[in-house]
């Protein structure tokens, strides 16, 4: 049995920190995977940032024509360290995510959850947060303690702040969590931590999240894992989601677990990890 440093309480809070969880090989590994993928970007590739403030891009969905990115999937800890914090006997990959922030870019990842962007329902899920460069507080991803009870929140572009996939008003906008706090200090927990290449964030998908820009001559490499636990099923949207699943909802049942070759099993609590080579 493996065992972890985890700071923080993931049922009570909605994301937690987990120490030196991942060896400097799987480390390595990862780092190989984001570089790889930099080096060939997919079609669902995209840069999140203006075009005068450094460079943010992100890319999803690689791990089956990527080596590096699979084998890292599936031999690291990830899967059962999900498990673990959502009391799953079983995760399967949901998605990879790859997210660089270059030097210089100083835009900030505005708060935001990320579940009423899937097509996936349930509580029994994890993101894991991994990064391959040592990320100082101020860059480090951050949460706002408790948000992954509810409710829902109006899901926007972060460029333009265009509501693309909920028609306006059918979901509560978002707090100012940060005008919230500098007039009540406290009203909103925020949690954040400091990271070192081998430790990751692990957090709900419905937990509100954002981070802060890079400064001088920092990079951040993030190769974010989603994991789905026992209790998460296919849930069709009427509107392209992100990522996109095309034509999943003919192979896929609304409600059904999401048993597909898109989303391996990689671990059980009877097996450990599966197919690991």
């Known amino acids: 049995m493996s065992t972890w440093t985890i700071e923080g309480d993931y049922d009570a809070d909605g994301a937690v920190c987990v120490r030196q969880a991942f060896t400097p090989e799987q480390v390595d590994g990862a780092r190989t995977a984001i570089d790889e993928n930099l080096a060939d970007l997919s079609p669902r590739a995209k840069r999140a940032s203006g075009d005068s403030d ?15 990115m699979e084998r890292f999937i599936r031999e690291s800890p990830g899967a059962e360290i999900a498990a673990h914090l959502t009391g799953s006997r079983a995760t399967r990959l949901y998605h990879d995510h790859v997210l660089v922030k ?70 509560a906008e978002l707090p100012d969590f940060d005008a919230d706090n500098a007039v009540e200090p406290g009203r909103w927990r925020v949690l954040g931590w400091e990271l070192e290449p081998g430790d990751a964030v692990f957090f709900n998908m419905l937990t509100v999240h954002g981070a802060g820009g890079v400064s001088g001559a920092n990079r951040r490499r993030v190769l974010s894992v989603r994991y789905l636990g026992d209790d998460m099923v296919h849930a069709p949207r009427r509107w392209t989601t992100s990522p996109p699943f095309d034509d999943l909802v003919a192979e896929i049942p609304d409600g059904a677990p999401m048993d597909h070759p898109l989303f391996p099993m990689l671990w059980t609590r009877s097996e450990g990890l599966v197919g690991a080579s």
């Open 54 to 68: 450094g460079a943010f891009v992100e890319d999803f969905c690689n791990w089956s024509r990527l080596p590096a």
């Open 102 to 171: 270059e030097p210089g870019t100083k835009q900030r990842t505005p708060w935001h959850q990320d579940q009423p962007y899937y097509n996936v329902d349930g509580e029994q899920n994890a993101s894991m947060w991994f990064p391959v460069d040592p990320v100082d507080r101020s860059a480090t991803l951050e949460f706002i303690a408790g948000t992954h009870r509810g409710p829902w929140y109006m899901p926007r572009t972060f460029l333009d702040d265009q509501a693309k996939w909920f028609p306006d008003g059918s979901l």
